[in-house]
């Protein structure tokens, strides 16, 4: 595609049940980047795919949160028994190689009534 | 891991007058630096970027330099403009870790 897309755009979801947020990154890219932007905050770092290398998770904030990508494509952001401090948007940026532009998606953003 | 660390905002200025956005970065080597801009409703997007030492980057009238010595990134513009008014991020790119500043707020008014 044109460029990095993200699934759903909107999502309220009730505290206590699972999301499951998606990122389509440009093809060929192969660094995958999460970033978790509350209301008038910054970015903040939650996890990042190398290849096929092992991500780098360090920026989970806790066990509920989770993610996956299959080798450079598609990436999967789950969070488990939601609660209201996760109402953020969610955001997916891709980069081609090494020390080049990110391209960020338009964010998934996450309602947790 | 590395760092990036930004001026607090938020940053309020009149129409005209000269910004800086300070910028400093925790990675050794010779990471790659950028400002990204994120405009009221939209997503982020790339303002400017250097990838070596003493490298300017500029557009829209912004400008910033890649000092090593300093490790510094500051962001600046001569003259703001409302239309200026965004949430500004410096990151650093090294061995495929990109890390972000928290970002500044800068409101511009008439």
């Known amino acids: 595609g044109a460029g990095v897309s993200q699934s759903p755009s909107n999502k309220v979801t009730e505290k206590g049940k699972d999301v499951e947020l998606r990122c389509d990154p440009i093809?060929?890219?192969?660094?995958l980047y999460w970033y978790r932007q509350r209301l008038g905050q910054g970015l903040e770092f939650l996890i990042y795919?190398?290849?096929?290398?092992?991500?780098?998770k360090s920026g989970l904030p806790s066990d509920r949160f989770s993610a996956e990508r299959t080798g450079e494509s598609v990436s999967t952001l789950t969070i488990q028994r939601t609660q209201q401090e996760d109402s953020a948007v969610y955001l997916c940026?891709?980069?081609?190689?090494?020390?080049?532009?990110?391209?960020f998606g338009q964010g998934t953003r996450l309602t947790v009534v | 891991g590395d760092s990036v660390t930004q001026m607090e905002g938020p940053v309020t200025l009149s129409e005209e007058a000269f910004l800086t956005i300070n910028c400093t970065y925790t990675?050794?080597?010779?990471?790659?630096l950028f400002w990204y801009v994120q405009y009221p409703g939209e997503g982020l997007q790339l303002l400017l970027k250097?990838?070596?030492?003493?490298d300017k980057g500029s557009n829209k009238g912004f400008e910033a330099t890649y000092r090593k010595e300093t490790t510094s990134f500051h962001l600046e513009k001569g003259s703001v403009q409302v239309s200026d008014s965004a949430v500004y991020f410096c990151?650093?790119?090294?061995?495929?870790?990109?890390?972000f500043g928290a970002g500044t707020r800068l409101t511009v008014k008439p």
């Open positions: 940026a891709s980069i081609p190689d090494s020390n080049t532009e990110a391209f």
């Open positions: 093809s060929g890219h192969t660094a």
């Open positions: 795919f190398q290849g096929n290398s092992a991500p780098d």
């Open positions: 990675a050794t080597g010779y990471p790659s």
């Open positions: 250097a990838t070596k030492a003493d």
């Open positions: 990151a650093e790119y090294n061995n495929n870790d990109m890390r």
